[in-house]
């Protein structure tokens, strides 16, 4: 799980607050094991294909992406307050301030919901479901963000106000 930090802000009410979260640190039997087993993987991919005689190339893109995914965890974080959210994925920060925030949505594939994005633009910045269930903090905080950009005149999609606040 990412590390977490919250610090209150200069409001006396406690409204106003910034926490970042993240990156997650390697560590633990859970981490090591999870490595082993896409090192394993990844020698069983190549020894087949080679056995075969056949390039191997799709097993081992399998793996590669799979572990590619595993590790973009450990780079993931959030630096959140009252009138900004910023995203880094791998080594960029992307940043989306509250007042250029017109949406916010349940962001969907054929799995169902996998993100809340919020559109202020240009890209939408997208914050996984599965982020904001694991992490409470992360969860709090954006369940504040999004409330002050409805007040600000935002459009939000009712299942985000679901979501954040599980």
């Known amino acids: 799980m990412p590390e977490s930090t919250a610090v209150p802000g200069p409001d006396e ?4 607050f910034s926490i970042t979260i993240g ?6 039997a859970r981490d090591i094991a999870t490595a082993t087993a896409f090192a394993v993987g990844l020698i069983t991919t190549i020894l087949v294909a080679v056995v075969a005689g056949l390039p191997g190339v799709i097993g081992t893109v399998y793996v590669l992406t ?3 995914a595993w590790v ?3 780079r993931r974080s959030w630096r959140i307050s009252p009138d900004r959210i910023e ?6 920060w992307h940043t989306v301030e509250r007042a250029d925030v017109s ?3 349940a962001a969907r594939d054929e799995m169902g919901i996998r993100a809340v994005a919020l559109a202020a633009g240009g890209t939408p910045l997208e914050i996984d479901v599965d982020d904001v269930r694991v992490e409470p903090l992360l969860a709090d905080a ?3 963000f999004v409330d002050d950009c409805h007040d600000d005149g935002a459009t939000i999609d009712p299942l985000v106000t679901t979501l954040v606040r599980r």
């Open 13 to 16: 009410s406690g409204d106003a």
């Open 23 to 28: 990156p997650r640190h390697f560590g633990g």
């Open 66 to 68: 799979a572990f590619a």
């Open 72 to 74: 973009q965890a450990f």
């Open 87 to 92: 995203a880094r994925r791998w080594f960029r």
């Open 103 to 105: 949406a916010i949505e």
């Open 142 to 144: 954006l369940a504040r």
